[in-house]
């Protein structure tokens, strides 16, 4: 799976580009509402499991239920379960990721490159499960709203499910596959996210069924999911144009 996404913000039934490591131009598949989306590449970063962490004892609170394994069980004291800290300056955005004080920080900024009009995604390696309870804390500080985080999980090299909250109030739930997005749950605000504060996102998957919270309040349900992948992503994203800064804290996963 590429590493960088570039999509138009606001409508989510889009087409993609896809552009190859090597480089070079990307082509613009439109869809029926003439719109478009730049899939692009930067240095492969292999996907990168939790050390095995078979049954290790996690002090803080499970997101599924109390005999469902952990295997992460992430404070960022160090970076021993090999998160992506690196630096990058692609012709879409510029970012950093680091380990500093016990958090997770991403420094972003996308820049502009087609009026605009589009927003930069970029994600980091949680885990590989395809059945899980999953928690993070998360922070935006931006005085932008189109910023958002969140979590892809079911991901492979062509498809994913995305749930994300924006710095404008509002979640959503949606799927990359055949090349376009599609909204399955579409944008609705939710006054339970503290803007400018710490959020807490949590998603149980099993089966076709996912159930989706925020800050301990479960927000909305979604029966049917078919994808069969496994990855699980943490995705940050802003707007051309604008900067966010990310921070994440206290992630555990359960099988």
């Known amino acids: ?13 889009l087409a993609a580009v896809l552009m190859s490591c090597s480089g070079g131009q990307p082509d613009t598949v439109p ?32 997101p599924g239920p109390d ?18 800290v690196e ?17 997770f920080v991403v420094d972003y900024s996308a820049k502009g490159f087609a009026g605009y009009q589009r927003t930069a995604l970029t994600w980091f390696t949680i885990g590989n499960e395809k059945n899980f309870a999953l928690s993070i804390n998360g922070l935006l500080e931006s005085s932008f709203q189109d910023a958002s985080w969140g979590i892809a999980f079911r991901g492979n090299e ?70 069969e992948g496994r990855e699980i992503l943490l995705v940050v994203s802003a707007k051309e144009g604008v900067s966010a800064t990310f921070t994440f804290d206290d992630v555990v996963l359960q099988r």
């Open 31 to 62: 869809t029926a509402e003439g719109e478009d989306m730049v899939l692009t590449a930067t240095p492969d970063v292999s996907p990168t499991e939790p050390v095995n962490t078979d049954g290790i004892a996690c002090d803080l609170e499970l």
């Open 1 to 13: 799976m590429h590493k960088n996404l570039i999509r138009f913000p606001v409508l989510f039934l």
């Open 87 to 103: 630096s990058q300056d692609n012709p879409y955005a510029k970012y950093t990721s680091a380990i500093a004080d016990g958090k």
């Open 67 to 84: 005999d469902w394994e952990v295997v992460l069980c992430e404070t960022f004291d160090d970076n021993r379960n090999a998160w992506e």
């Open 158 to 227: 062509d498809s994913y499910f995305l749930f994300s909250i924006a710095n404008n109030g509002t979640y959503v739930f949606e799927i990359f596959e055949n090349d376009g997005w599609i909204p399955l749950i579409t944008p609705k605000k939710f006054n339970g996210i503290r803007l400018g504060e710490e959020n807490t996102l949590r998603i149980e998957a099993g089966g076709q069924d996912f159930y989706f919270s925020i800050n301990d309040e479960m927000v909305n349900q979604f029966n049917g999911g078919l994808l």
